[in-house]
Antibody, heavy 120, light 107 residues
Framework: QVQLVQSGAEVKKPGASVKVSCKAS????????LHWVRQAPGQRPEWMGW????????EYSQNFQGRVTITRDTSARTAYMELSSLRSEDTALYYC?????????????WGQGTLVTVSS | DIQMTQSPSSVSASVGDRVTITCQAS??????LAWYRQKPGKAPELLIY???SLQSGVPSRFSGSGSGTDFILTVSSLQPEDFATYYC?????????FGGGTRVEIK
């Protein structure tokens, strides 16, 4: 069965960076793109960016002003999302999600979420 | 960015009721729309993609319709597990965006 297992909760100070991992299993890793979506408490989900796992190409939401970087390690079947220059508004649950079909951009599997708390 | 507006923001209903949720896009997105259900404390689950295609394993009481700017999610007979928050998402262009959510509560 398809699983996306994310790394554990993080607490960071303003200005720091955080890197969240997402280990995939149960499917051919390079056949599906992975996206990152975050959700602040009580808010709608917010799309951050995605990676073509096969060739490593990425695209990011301009709403993050260049602060987000998504990478992958195909040998480890793991994707990573790094967010820099953290501020309190970045406190949220961060989800790794699988794209259901190439270039269709809907999400058929979600990780369990990683809570990132930004606090001084 | 394409803005997604859902209505109502909340609805009270009983088990067995029919519920409809609407989602409006700020510009035409053809049929590039998905619907998710999010239970409290859980990640969203895909229900519908391409406006009307039922995701594998999702009960047939869920259906979607619409194209262009106006879309509808219908739950034909609410079950206890359907009391949750529902989100639409446009999959037409980047940045991908979600609606503000509709909370379905027990009457």
């Amino acid at each position: 069965q398809v699983q996306l297992v994310q790394s554990g909760a993080e607490v960071k100070k303003p200005g720091a960076s955080v890197k969240v991992s997402c280990k995939a299993s149960g499917y051919t890793f390079t056949m599906y793109a992975l996206h990152w979506v975050r959700q602040a408490p009580g808010q709608r989900p917010e799309w951050m960016g995605w990676i073509n796992v096969d060739n490593g190409n990425t695209e990011y939401s301009q709403n993050f002003q260049g602060r987000v970087t998504i990478t992958r390690d195909t040998s480890a079947r793991t994707a990573y999302m790094e967010l820099s220059s953290l501020r309190s508004e970045d406190t949220a649950l961060y989800y790794c999600v699988r794209e259901g079909a190439t270039f269709w951009y809907y999400f058929d599997y979600w990780g369990q979420g990683t809570l990132v708390t930004v606090s001084s | 960015d394409i803005q997604m507006t859902q209505s109502p923001s909340s609805v009270s209903a009983s088990v067995g009721d029919r519920v409809t949720i609407t989602c409006q896009a700020s510009q035409g997105i053809r049929n590039w729309l998905a619907w998710y259900r999010q239970k409290p404390g859980k990640a969203p689950e895909l229900l519908i993609y391409a406006a009307s295609s039922l995701q594998s394993g999702v009960p047939s009481r869920f259906s979607g319709s619409g194209s262009g700017t106006d879309f509808i999610l219908t739950v034909s007979s609410l079950q206890p597990e359907d009391f949750a928050t529902y989100y639409c998402q446009q999959t037409n262009s980047f940045p991908l965006t979600f609606g503000g959510g509709t909370r379905v509560e027990i009457k």
